[in-house]
């Protein structure tokens, strides 16, 4: 993939909107899951640790980890996103679609800064 030609002052603009969006995402996860120290990028919800409960309340202990590790997941990928993102602007290799190599429209990195693919890959 062919490095983009951004101009200085946008990309330091979108990094620091992603160094945001990072601490954003790493407070949100860690409000009800640890990050494993072994694995790179992966969290785990923490189960409710409720002892002597009766069955109602275990089933909606249950359900509500269930709704947190589907949360969990998808904070996950965004955050993994985030950093790579970052990664690529570290090496000189940000606003380049992954797909094509095309340069990634400044409107689409604007808001999603993240963002992989061009618009004509993204459909």
Not at 29 to 50: G, M, T
Not at 61 to 87: C, F, G, H, P
Request: net charge negative; proline share 2%; hydrophobic share 30%.
């Amino acid at each position: 993939m062919q490095a983009i030609k951004m101009d200085k002052q946008s990309v330091e603009k979108l990094k620091l909107k992603l160094q945001e969006e990072k601490n954003t995402l790493k407070k949100e996860l860690e409000s009800f899951a640890v990050q494993d120290k072994d694995i790179k990028h992966n969290w785990k919800a923490k189960y409710p640790n409720r002892e002597n409960g009766n069955m109602e309340e275990e089933a909606d202990e249950t359900q509500e980890y269930d709704a947190m590790v589907s949360l969990e997941q998808s904070l996950e990928l965004k955050l993994r996103d985030v950093d790579l993102a970052l990664e690529k602007i570290e090496k000189g290799q940000y606003g380049s679609c992954e797909k094509c190599g095309k340069e990634i429209e400044s409107d689409r990195l604007d808001a999603n800064p993240s963002a992989k693919l061009c618009m004509d890959c993204n459909k």
